[in-house]
């Protein structure tokens, strides 16, 4: 397809560093990002795979929708069958649940940042020119943490050296090494990398917390009705004093590194990057669904995190958003490739929603995506018409705007140590200092839930489970729920409609479809699309780092390879791991 205008149009398929596979068209103004096209091009499918299934079973198939955020579609599954059934869990139940979650965050965050993130900022060969010493006295004047004497960062610039020298980069190798677009010094460089590696030990330890209540990780186990894990001091298979103790040695490890490490390094990095301040907002609009419940999920007031809609920046406003309301989330699919039975420009609610394949793109291999058709496999939720933005942004806008204390002074001391403005939030910057900074409340919150899990327990509550409910022959013909959640990534939402004690009908959306998703029948951009929209200029078509910062401020996850082609289809730049 030729590029209107005759403009140059630079793709990156797949986008590296993300789980799943994503292409990103661009098309050029000058050397500006002038209309930008988000295509995922893998197909899901685990909707169809459901139906006909017993409810209680689904979570063990949802689940398998991601293996990064390994315990949301889980939770949010059982969730939206007890939500059908009007089905409550223990207040145990709740804080297990609350405690994995949360753990999900920590790791998930601390992972991104440094595995999947840091490195479209921070120049890893560049850290083979740094000075230990001067290393160890910045790392120190930044916090207290142990890792940070001059032979420490001696020993892992050797190590770095070491890869070097054997051609043995890794996961370090064909990256964009040496671009202008790199600005921290040597030093930060060497700090930077060596947390890289710290945080590979310290994920392996943390990981541990959804083996102790889960039995496993990834997809660590669940059940409708609370959760699997029993309660008994005295057992050595159920949680026990024992098990108790290890969950508060992984909190405690979550909150050093955090507050020591993760916190710091964000701070230090994003002070020398403030021009991403003023690009990579795109919408405006933000969306929560809200989650962590102290009084269960059919009490919204209670939700640690509040539910709401933010539209046009405008904080003093929290609109209110309805999961069931039939006028309220629709998916459409004029862009998708997917058909609807009324006609590819309607949207669906997800209590009605179809899925129906119908590719209709090019043949690989193919120079350009007709971005006047169908170009994804996602669909283009909206709410109320409205494209949003889910993830860590919209959770911190959300807090700060409904007045959360913590949240007030976590951004108040992040836009007071950068001196920049507020709406500094309002970007890519900003989205990756909201992930950094929730990370911080989470930790805190998780010694609050262990706290009252431990309360319980020694008031001689221990019940994690809740009988009634249990079996089918108890259940109306009918009924239909939604189980929804706060994922590290965003809102998330799987709606099922049960009918003679199966699945008739069954919708994730997931805070990728928000955020990735192709424009509407409106034209209206997906977040991604409006991001890559705002204010970015390339320094170097063949290396377009610009592209990557934006897109994995949003987290996706994983990698393989990169291919990258210009307007005449002529490959400029293959990066492949194998």
């Not at 059934?85 to 440094?114: C, E, T, W």
């Not at 409609?497 to 955020?515: C, G, M």
Request: hydrophobic fraction near 35%; aromatic fraction near 10%.
């Amino acid at each position: 397809m030729s590029t209107s205008g005759g403009n140059e149009r630079i793709v990156v398929d797949p986008i590296t560093r993300i789980e799943g596979h994503l292409r990103i068209e661009a098309e050029m103004d000058g050397n500006k990002i002038g209309s930008a096209y988000s295509s995922g091009t893998m197909v899901r499918g685990i909707e169809t795979i459901l139906k006909g299934r017993d409810p209680r079973d689904a979570w063990a198939f949802a689940q398998r929708i991601c293996g990064v955020c390994t315990l949301v579609h889980g939770l949010a599954s059982i969730r939206s069958v007890e939500n059908a059934l009007s089905y409550k869990v223990p207040k145990n139940a709740d804080l297990i649940r609350n405690l994995m979650s949360g753990a999900q965050y920590i790791h998930d965050h601390v992972m991104h940042f440094y595995h999947l993130h840091a490195l479209d900022w921070v120049d890893v060969v560049s850290a083979l020119d740094a000075d230990p010493k001067a290393t160890s006295e910045l790392a120190q004047s930044l916090s207290n943490y142990p890792r940070s004497s001059p032979g420490y960062f001696s020993d892992m610039k050797k190590k770095l050296k070491g890869f070097v020298e054997a051609g043995q980069l890794g996961i370090f190798a064909k990256a964009y090494w040496g671009h202008p677009a790199y600005k921290l010094p040597p030093e930060a460089n060497l700090m930077a990398v060596s947390h890289y590696l710290d945080a590979l030990e310290w994920q392996r330890d943390v990981a541990r917390l959804h083996t102790i209540f889960g039995g496993k990780n990834p997809h660590p186990n669940f059940v409708v009705g609370g959760v699997p894990c029993a309660i008994d001091l005295n057992s050595d298979s159920a949680i026990n004093a024992k098990k108790l103790a290890q969950v508060q040695e992984i909190i405690n490890k979550m909150k050093v590194f955090v507050e020591q490490v993760y916190i710091p390094d964000t701070l230090a990095i994003a002070g020398f990057y403030k021009d991403w301040g003023s690009r990579g907002e795109g919408l405006g609009n933000f969306m929560t669904y809200g989650d962590f419940p102290s009084n269960g999920m059919e009490d919204p007031s209670g939700f640690m995190l509040p539910a709401g809609a933010i539209l046009n920046r405008d904080l003093s406003k929290i609109h209110e958003v309805d999961m069931h309301a039939p006028d309220e989330i629709h998916e459409y699919v004029s862009h998708s490739w997917y058909d609807y039975e009324g006609g590819k420009d309607t949207g669906l609610h997800p209590y009605d929603g179809e899925t129906t394949f119908n590719y209709t793109g090019p043949k690989p291999p193919y120079k350009h995506l007709d971005v006047d058709q169908a170009y994804s496999w996602l669909k283009s939720p909206r709410w109320k018409g409205h494209s949003m933005e889910v993830g860590p942004l919209a959770r911190v806008l959300m807090l700060y705007a409904t007045g959360h204390e913590q949240t007030k002074d976590l951004v108040g001391m992040t836009l007071s140590k950068l001196d920049v403005p507020v709406e500094a939030l309002f970007s890519t910057l900003g989205r990756t200092a909201a992930r950094t900074l929730e990370t911080k409340i989470f930790a805190d919150a998780m010694q609050g839930w262990f706290d009252d899990l431990v309360a319980n327990i020694k008031a001689g509550d221990t019940k994690t489970f809740n009988e009634v409910l249990w079996e089918p022959s108890s259940w109306p013909k009918s009924a239909q729920g939604v189980g929804f959640m706060e994922a590290p990534r965003g809102g998330l939402a799987h709606w099922i409609v049960i009918e003679d004690e199966t699945i008739k009908n069954y919708q994730a959306v997931v805070p990728s479809t928000w955020n990735a998703g192709p424009r509407d029948s409106k034209g209206q951009p997906g977040a991604y699309e409006a991001a890559l929209e705002d204010n970015h200029e390339l320094h170097d078509p063949e290396q377009p780092i610009e592209i990557l910062r934006t897109i994995h401020s949003f987290d996706p996850c994983i990698a393989c390879a990169v291919h990258v082609s210009d307007s005449d289809g002529n490959e400029l730049i293959n990066v492949k791991v194998k």
